[in-house]
């Protein structure tokens, strides 16, 4: 039965939520094998993307153990952790019942810095995309995403709208996310950061840095600035 809670939510979301439920009742033993992507892209009536990135984000928070070409199973429950979930900016603000909006700065490709290269993986000078985002919570700017995404990985990213979805939102449909890197620290906004922030220059802001990468090579490299006073990251763990 679909409840009202569970309707509200995006369709990944509601796929990923029941299997949660059902793997927390205990309905599949660590190790069984669990339904099949056809099986749920038939019960949910979602797309096979729909249904691979929810159990792209179970595995990643270790509740299931894919194994290509066989199947999805149960973790062991010694294998669920703690871990941290950076949720798309426009997901965390529809959450609150807010508008999210958002303003496209730049949208380009450009050649690579031998610094950039060296995090992306390519040829020094090699060309790269590049975006820089400003994403508002009812009109107000809280978050500057300064992101480089590497073209093998995602040749149509610059022919998108980015006024419609965000990047995240791309690019979790576009690429096979395998893993991801991050850094947090609270540091001070750059000079354009802190203008487009509409802050002071040494206002204190979170600052997250994130890489993610396929199996082949890297994805993305984003720096994603926040004005600490208008934002808390928080989260949830339930063992």
């Not at 199947?71 to 941290?84: C, E, Q, R, W």
């Not at 909006?101 to 490709?109: E, F, K, R, T």
């Not at 992101?147 to 980015?162: E, M, T």
């Amino acid at each position: 039965m679909v409840t009202h809670t569970s309707a509200a939510l995006a369709p990944y979301a509601r796929v990923k939520q029941h299997l949660k439920d059902r793997l927390a009742a205990g309905d599949w033993a660590p190790g069984a094998q669990m339904p099949s992507e056809a099986e749920l892209v038939a019960q949910f009536g979602v797309s096979r993307m729909t249904v691979n990135r929810a159990l792209k984000e179970l595995q990643a928070e270790g509740f299931v153990d894919r194994v290509q070409g066989v199947g999805t199973f149960a973790a062991a429950l010694n294998k669920v952790s703690a871990t941290l979930t950076l949720h798309d900016v426009h997901e965390e603000i529809a959450a609150r019942g807010h508008r999210h909006d958002s303003q496209v700065v730049l949208q380009q490709a450009e050649p690579a810095s031998a610094a950039l290269a060296a995090q992306l993986g390519v040829a020094e000078g090699a060309t790269v995309f590049h975006t820089l985002i400003v994403h508002r919570d009812n009109g107000v700017a809280l978050q500057c995403e300064d992101r480089y995404v590497n073209p093998a990985a995602a040749p149509d990213y610059l022919a998108q709208d980015f006024t419609r979805r965000t990047p995240t939102q791309y690019l979790f449909e576009a690429t096979a996310l395998w893993r991801a890197q991050y850094a947090i620290e609270a540091a001070r906004p750059t000079a354009q950061e802190a203008r487009l922030l509409g802050i002071a220059e040494d206002e204190p802001c979170l600052v997250v840095v994130r890489r993610t990468f396929s199996r082949e090579h890297a994805i993305t490299l984003g720096r994603l600035v926040y004005p600490g006073r208008r934002y808390q990251l928080a989260g949830e763990f339930a063992p």
